[in-house]
């Protein structure tokens, strides 16, 4: 068994591929207890036949590929990668490079005895942002937090990463981008630690953000976010979770 799955859903990022399985290949170096399972999201622009390509080379056996025929939300990609993990700790991040996939390995290394535990969950806290975003994320993390009575700082910041044992409370878990907001909301919840660790925020290179990226973004992101969050809690008076 491996120690370490990260899962990375790609959703077409074509262009960002080669750099992409670079940047996982230079991460995980010579070890053996680590894996990458990228997941092609449904994507429409050739991203599963490039994957083929990269993957096929001798260099890259420490990823696997999950396809997904069509795209049902972030959250569906994540949730099948997970399926096909191996390791004992799982975690995943973004394919756009915003977040440098060396910062999940080094963060399984600093709470690697806590993640083995089962009772914590490990989350970026993203630096390097602008004024406004960070702004942003305040003014969600504030609201979400007091609508669901629950601690929720920087939600969608990544890496997420726990023990496999955490993967029953998932299912029921949402497909689209509130699936970040549920794994922490389940955490406080059962009562677990959640772990914050720096991670520095980059600009993207290739693609367009798929989150709340343009202003455009953030209001579709404010939109469903709040629409799940009250189905939530519906959900909970009525004993649904």
Request: net charge positive.
């Given at each position: 068994?491996?120690?370490?799955?990260?899962?990375?859903?790609?959703?077409?990022?074509?262009?960002?591929?080669?750099?992409?399985?670079?940047?996982?290949?230079?991460?995980?170096?010579?070890?053996?207890?680590?894996?990458?399972?990228?997941?092609?999201?449904?994507?429409?622009?050739?991203?599963?036949?490039?994957?083929?390509?990269?993957?096929?080379?001798?260099?890259?056996?420490?990823?696997?590929?999950?396809?997904?025929?069509?795209?049902?939300?972030?959250?569906?990609?994540?949730?099948?990668?997970?399926?096909?993990?191996?390791?004992?700790?799982?975690?995943?991040?973004?394919?756009?490079?915003?977040?440098?996939?060396?910062?999940?390995?080094?963060?399984?290394?600093?709470?690697?005895?806590?993640?083995?535990?089962?009772?914590?969950?490990?989350?970026?806290?993203?630096?390097?942002?602008?004024?406004?975003?960070?702004?942003?994320?305040?003014?969600?993390?504030?609201?979400?937090?007091?609508?669901?009575?629950?601690?929720?700082?920087?939600?969608?910041?990544?890496?997420?990463?726990?023990?496999?044992?955490?993967?029953?409370?998932?299912?029921?878990?949402?497909?689209?981008?509130?699936?970040?907001?549920?794994?922490?909301?389940?955490?406080?919840?059962?009562?677990m630690k959640v772990q914050s660790f720096p991670v520095f925020f980059a600009k993207r290179e290739f693609g367009e953000a798929k989150g709340g990226g343009s202003l455009k973004g953030k209001y579709k992101l404010i939109k469903r976010t709040f629409a799940y969050i009250f189905q939530l809690r519906k959900d909970i008076k009525q004993g649904k979770r």
């Amino acid at each position: 068994m491996k120690k370490l799955s990260i899962v990375i859903p790609c959703y077409n990022e074509s262009g960002s591929l080669p750099n992409l399985v670079q940047v996982c290949r230079e991460a995980c170096g010579a070890r053996e207890d680590v894996e990458f399972i990228f997941v092609d999201n449904g994507s429409s622009d050739g991203t599963q036949e490039i994957f083929k390509k990269l993957l096929i080379k001798p260099e890259n056996k420490f990823a696997k590929l999950m396809h997904v025929p069509i795209n049902q939300g972030y959250g569906y990609g994540i949730l099948q990668g997970l399926s096909l993990a191996e390791g004992e700790v799982l975690a995943w991040t973004h394919a756009d490079l915003q977040t440098d996939p060396k910062d999940v390995i080094i963060a399984f290394d600093q709470f690697g005895t806590s993640l083995a535990s089962g009772q914590t969950i490990v989350k970026g806290e993203r630096n390097g942002r602008g004024l406004f975003d960070v702004f942003f994320t305040a003014s969600m993390s504030v609201i979400s937090s007091f609508l669901l009575g629950s601690k929720l700082w920087d939600v969608n910041a990544q890496p997420k990463m726990f023990h496999r044992s955490f993967t029953k409370h998932l299912d029921v878990a949402p497909h689209d981008f509130s699936l970040d907001l549920y794994v922490l909301f389940v955490a406080n919840r059962l009562g677990m630690k959640v772990q914050s660790f720096p991670v520095f925020f980059a600009k993207r290179e290739f693609g367009e953000a798929k989150g709340g990226g343009s202003l455009k973004g953030k209001y579709k992101l404010i939109k469903r976010t709040f629409a799940y969050i009250f189905q939530l809690r519906k959900d909970i008076k009525q004993g649904k979770r």
